[in-house]
């Protein structure tokens, strides 16, 4: 007879006390206000729960399932601009903290659906290389936020060696990145108007078609123009002429209607 399999016991969950259900219950508001960038309710909930929950550089307890060491790392990946600038320079996050490392094999999960403006990225990654919250950035508006904080306060952190940041930006910097731009575009509205101006000319030169005219006579005793093969004194006597011809013939026509009126009552007085 077989003997029965042992019965396997599932390890029992601790039971959570209701302040540890509620620590989890903040962190995971905190996380959802930054991942959804919504600043106004991240502003108050961290003046009134953040010395509780550790500081800004408290690294994210393992139960968020986050794979991030820092609220600044998590706000850099989710590219909200505003509550990172709010992050570097209201609550003073250290940007030059590392990122957690991968084990091998697997799969960084930086890539939030969005694709990664190429422009000004940093550079790829190598193995093993250490990463800082500045290399999880996918654009260029992300990037800009920590360049600036580096310009206005280049003594808060090493932004050029241990955080990673390439260069600084200052409002100077910008203004001329904006100058030349302007330039730029000023000079291409320029091409396009001598292009436009240089199509005009050249279709300017074309010989026009001449429009149609219809000779038109008269034939004494008639009232009217005439035209060749069609009716006279109609509509389609004239269709053709231009406003000049046209004026030439009314007048034509008035001054024979006029002279045959008056020899009309000439020959009636002299019967």
């Not at 060491?69 to 992050?87: C, R, S």
């Not at 084990?103 to 403006?117: F, I, M």
């Amino acid at each position: 007879m077989p003997t029965p399999a042992p019965e396997t016991t599932k390890p029992k969950v601790p039971k959570l006390s209701k302040e540890e259900e509620a620590l989890r219950e903040k962190w995971a508001r905190l996380l959802e206000m930054i991942s959804k960038g919504r600043l106004d309710s991240l502003t108050i909930f961290w003046a009134r729960e953040g010395s509780n929950l550790g500081g800004i550089d408290v690294p994210l307890p393992d139960f968020t399932g986050e794979n991030r060491a820092t609220l600044l790392q998590v706000a850099t990946v989710a590219g909200h601009e505003n509550v990172i600038k709010w992050l570097l320079e209201d609550a003073h996050a250290d940007p030059t903290l590392e990122v957690p490392t991968r084990n091998a094999g697997e799969n960084d999960d930086d890539d939030t659906g969005q694709k990664s403006d190429a422009s000004d990225s940093p550079q790829p990654r190598i193995v093993g290389s250490r990463r800082t919250a500045y290399d999880l950035a996918r654009t260029r508006g992300v990037r800009n936020v920590f360049r600036r904080c580096a310009a206005t306060h280049p003594d808060w952190w090493d932004w050029l060696g241990a955080a990673h940041v390439p260069s600084i930006l200052s409002p100077q910097m910008e203004e001329d990145q904006e100058e030349k731009k302007k330039a730029r575009r000023k000079v291409l509205k320029e091409r396009v108007r001598e292009r436009e101006a240089k199509e005009r000319e050249k279709g300017g030169d074309e010989a026009m078609p001449e429009p149609v005219r219809q000779d038109v006579t008269t034939e004494p005793g008639n009232s009217g123009p005439r035209k060749l093969g069609g009716s006279a004194g109609g509509i389609d006597g004239i269709s053709g002429l231009t406003p000049e011809m046209r004026a030439r013939i009314e007048r034509e026509r008035r001054a024979r209607a006029a002279e045959a009126r008056i020899k009309a009552t000439t020959k009636s007085i002299s019967n």
